[in-house]
């Protein structure tokens, strides 16, 4: 399970779309008030008071996905006994991470003012690391079928 090292970057990449939930993908401040667009929506808060934050809007679609994507890289750990459906899952996987880009990419237009002058936060590089991660679970699969093929040779 965790002991391939392809289970180690699946569990990166899944921890990686954990974090997509809390972390700001892009923050914008408009007269005096800074909106931040999470997966989970966009959040505003006034200048200069404390707590005073409230939730703008709600992006179902974007935190579905995100769950899913949380998901398939969770169960793939699990998948490690036939690495044919677990690179197919991981390739799923990078295909809807692009998709996941793309829809926040439309919802962060929401924000008020849009995109000019907002600054990502670490939310909006975590899709790629989770790519880069699953195309390293998909060489570690390599690796592997490799490794199978080459024993079963020897028998």
């Given amino acids: 399970m965790i002991q391939r090292i392809q289970s180690v970057w699946l569990l990166l990449?899944?921890?990686?779309f954990v974090a997509m939930f809390f972390l700001p993908v892009v923050s914008q401040q408009?007269?005096?008030?800074?909106h931040h667009f999470y997966t989970i929506g966009i959040s505003?808060?006034?200048e200069g008071a404390a707590?005073?934050?409230?939730k703008v809007s709600v992006s179902v679609g974007l935190i579905v996905l995100n769950i899913v994507l949380t998901l398939l890289c969770l169960v793939n750990i699990f998948r490690?006994?036939?690495?044919?459906?677990?690179?197919?899952?991981?390739?799923?996987?990078?295909f809807l991470s692009f998709v996941f880009?793309?829809?926040c990419a439309v919802e962060a237009q929401n924000l008020p003012g849009g995109l000019e002058g907002a600054a990502y936060g670490p939310g909006a590089f975590c899709p790629a690391i989770a790519v880069l991660?699953?195309?390293l679970a998909i060489r570690?699969?390599?690796?592997?079928?490799?490794?199978?093929?080459?024993?079963d040779r020897l028998r």
Avoid: M
């Fill in 133 to 135: 991660l699953n195309i």
């Fill in 101 to 103: 880009v793309g829809w």
């Fill in 140 to 151: 570690g699969i390599n690796k592997d079928e490799k490794l199978i093929r080459s024993a």
């Fill in 51 to 54: 707590g005073s934050g409230q």
């Fill in 13 to 16: 990449a899944c921890l990686v």
């Fill in 30 to 34: 408009v007269n005096g008030v800074t």
């Fill in 44 to 46: 505003s808060l006034t």
């Fill in 80 to 94: 490690f006994r036939n690495r044919r459906i677990q690179k197919r899952v991981c390739i799923a996987t990078i």
